[in-house]
């Protein structure tokens, strides 16, 4: 089974680091050897320059709304598993028999699972509550409805209050399936002040999955547009390893493309127009890996 450890968690949205605060952005080079925090001009060339207080601002947002997604479907993906826990023949009652076996397999002797019907309901216990055989440290509690129309299967997850990898979660994320590998997901949540609204696909695979679809994410009266394409997290890493996402907040456009390399460092590919810039995506949990390991 697909057993996502990302040390993660899809946010943070609280603390971003040195370059979100408006400091100098990394030193280094992208992957196709543009200089970190340079601006290439007409000719081709690059001017040193990071990213200005507005585009550091839509940076920020595109980070949270990745948060946001990361954090959802690591938590989804904790508890029923994408490749597959569920099997779309099944009726609502068997499938949740199976996430709730699947949830207890990932818990071990922490927490408590009930299984009613077709509800399941998990209570991981107050902070800093349980660390998942997936990586996951998860606290409070979430339920998912099972239900079935034709050959789909949705689960429809509640997190009242739930804390994933330091992240509080609160709201409803759908996950509706004909293969039990390929979800159609919906998501209505909030972290603090922040919230997210998001329509995705998420294709899972043995040791992966793989983000498409839009968000909007409003935080302090602004409103962001994010375009997630081919956004792949791999199991047992924070960060994505390679797509991209689109951000728009107002009449700024930045796209971020996600590195081999991003999950120990945080660094992204950043173009905002003619400027081609890297910089640090805001941390949460365990990320970036290289922070916690002396790197």
Known sequence: MNRFGLALGLLTLATACSSSSGGASPTGTSDSGTPADSEMTADGATDDAGLSADEQTTFTMGGHSLAFSQEATTLADSLFDF???INPSATPSANATSIGQNIQANLGTCGTVTVS??????NFGSPPGCTLKTGAVVSGSVSLSVSKSGGTTSVALTTPGVVVNGEPLDGTASFATSNGSTFTVTLDLTSGTKS???SLTVDGSQGSFTISGSATIVEAGITSSVTF?????????????AGSMTVKTGILTETLTFLSTTPMTGLV???????????????????????????
């Open 83 to 85: 490749d597959p826990t």
């Open 117 to 122: 019907g077709a509800t399941v309901s998990v």
């Open 196 to 198: 997210d609204n998001s």
């Open 229 to 241: 394409t081919n956004v792949n997290h791999v199991e047992g890493e924070c960060y994505a390893t």
């Open 269 to 295: 590919d950043v173009a905002t127009g003619k400027k081609a810039t890297t910089t640090t995506l805001p941390a949460y949990g365990d990320c970036p890996s290289d922070a916690h390991d002396g790197g």
